[in-house]
């Protein structure tokens, strides 16, 4: 079976830290994509994992753990406008198809 | 560059009728797939289209059904429309659609089935 767990939702504070997990079983795994999506707009690509490790990129960083099927998007200095759903996808690697979890819903509050 | 672009934006059908739904890729973009959004189901795979040959198909019934021409421009058909269908039609191109290869989304296409 293929599985992908993100929390729902999360509220953070404008400036604070927060970090979204996003667990997976999937069979077969290549690659993991994290993407931002503003409510109404088109998701947006933010990172891509093959490895393990942390991939940092100005205020968001993405870690993968392939041997626990775990990753999480950690987002620092917060701002309003990352409120947004935050999609964790699974690439599987006989044929790239990406598999979506259901996405974190990221509130942020003054 | 232009984006990815759907058309038509919003559209309401009656159940029982056929709708067919349009994306131009990227200009490169020889990867295009569909993907199915609503509420608490996250983005549900339908298939994707790869230099004219469908690559990779999800798990959705034979009523959907796609295409994609030689320009890479894809449409999208779905017959006998059903209420539960009512959702947003994503399409995405990449240039491979393997590896590292992202996927850029357009606008959607919301459909309302009543």
């Known amino acids: 079976g293929q599985n992908i767990d993100q929390p729902t939702e999360m509220t953070a504070t404008e400036g604070a830290i927060v970090q979204i997990n996003c667990t997976y079983q999937?069979?077969?795994?290549?690659?993991l994509f994290w993407y931002q999506q503003h409510a109404g707009e088109a998701p947006t690509f933010l990172s891509y994992?093959?490895l393990d490790g942390l991939e940092e990129k100005g205020r968001f960083s993405s870690f993968l753990s392939r041997s626990k099927g775990y990753s999480y998007l950690l987002l620092k200095e917060l701002q309003m406008k990352d409120s947004a759903s935050y999609l964790c996808?699974?690439?599987?690697?006989?044929?790239?198809?990406?598999?979506w979890g259901a996405g974190t819903k990221l509130i942020i509050k003054p | 560059k232009a984006g990815v672009t759907q058309t038509p934006r919003y559209l309401i059908k009656t159940r029982g009728q056929q709708v067919t739904l349009s994306c131009s890729p990227i200009?490169?973009?020889?990867?295009v797939s569909w993907y199915q959004q609503t509420p608490g189901q996250g983005l549900q795979f339908l298939f994707e289209?790869?230099?004219?040959?469908?690559?990779n198909k999800g798990n959705f019934p034979g009523r959907f059904s796609g295409r994609q021409f030689s320009n890479s421009r894809s449409e999208m058909n779905v017959s006998t429309l059903e209420l539960g269908d009512s959702a947003l039609y994503l399409c995405?191109?990449?240039?491979?659609?393997?590896?590292?290869?992202?996927?850029?989304f357009g606008p959607g296409t919301r459909l309302t089935v009543t």
């Open positions: 995405a191109s990449s240039t491979a659609g393997t590896g590292k290869s992202e996927q850029y």
């Open positions: 200009s490169g973009h020889r990867s």
């Open positions: 289209y790869f230099s004219e040959t469908q690559r």
């Open positions: 999937t069979s077969g795994f290549n690659g």
């Open positions: 994992n093959v």
């Open positions: 996808a699974v690439q599987k690697d006989s044929n790239y198809q990406l598999i």
